[in-house]
């Protein structure tokens, strides 16, 4: 009975350390509809940017604080480096949409030409973080898992 | 303006400041940003034809190249992120072999 227990526990141990070895990262429906919502709202904003950045003060900070506790979110999910590294890009002062918004309000206005450019850039690089979200695992579909539930029930 | 003139004094001057500053080390730099280039040259083009017929001035056009660099990056992560799954994938398809494997030996 006794080497029977010892034997199970060996077998958690092994695989409990297998599991965390193969571990993948997994797809966050909240993060796929706050990207996808976000992605819209800035974009909405950006079409705005030919007009007085004093006009839109609100909308902006509104952006700005959803996008930091997206990225806070983020950065504090296990196995999610990428992700993390990917919002830090998108929403940080010295980059894409982050340095946008700066750029806006420094100069007040923007021209259309630029916004014209601009726009597919963003847009880019949403839908790349959109991309990765969606080839992560839906569930962690590994099936020890279950074997260890099982043992340990 | 003769874009393609532009394109390779950009890449003289950036392999030339490259060797300077980091020797053969600068190798790496001088590739990625070959390829920052070759990647972005109908983008570089546009953005520059606009810049001197004054469509854009001098803040947007740096705005647009430091974006275009940005983009290049998160494609990197995108790449390395979508490898880690695929190795992920990989472990997990080896795990359930071993696994099937010694469960069919203790059972026999």
């Not at chain 1, 206005?109 to 630029?114: A, D, H, I, V, W």
């Not at chain 2, 003289?12 to 972005?40: C, H, P, R, T, W």
């Not at chain 2, 034809?49 to 990056?73: C, M, N, R, Y």
Request: glycine share 4%.
């Amino acid at each position: 009975m006794k080497t029977m227990k010892k034997v199970k526990n060996t077998w958690i141990v092994v695989m409990t350390f297998l599991i965390a070895w193969s571990c993948v990262p997994l797809q966050d429906p909240v993060t796929l509809r706050e990207t996808q919502e976000t992605k819209q709202a800035t974009l909405t904003l950006i079409e705005k940017s030919d007009t007085p950045f004093s006009q839109n003060e609100e909308a902006v900070s509104a952006l700005k604080t959803r996008m930091e506790n997206i990225e806070t979110r983020e950065k504090n999910k296990k196995r999610n480096e990428i992700t993390a590294k990917m919002w830090e890009l998108l929403s940080s002062d010295e980059h894409l949409v982050g340095s946008y918004l700066k750029l806006w309000e420094d100069k007040g206005t923007l021209s259309t030409m630029f916004i014209e450019q601009a726009t597919p850039q963003i847009e880019e690089a949403y839908d790349m973080m959109l991309l990765y979200e969606t080839k992560k695992d839906k569930q962690n579909k590994n099936a020890l898992t279950e074997f260890i539930n099982n043992l340990t029930n | 303006m003769d874009f393609e003139k532009l394109l390779k004094e950009l890449k003289e001057e950036i392999v030339a400041e490259a060797k300077l500053k980091f020797g053969n080390e600068g190798k790496v730099i001088v590739s990625d940003m070959q390829d920052y280039l070759d990647s972005s040259k109908e983008k570089l083009k546009k953005w520059s034809l606009l810049f001197v017929q004054g469509a854009i001035d001098k803040d947007e056009l740096a705005w647009l190249l430091k974006s275009q660099k940005d983009l290049l990056t998160m494609r990197s992560l995108l790449k390395i992120g979508v490898n880690k799954i695929k190795l992920g994938h990989f472990k997990n398809k080896i795990i359930s072999i071993v696994f099937n494997k010694l469960v069919g030996m203790v059972t026999l």
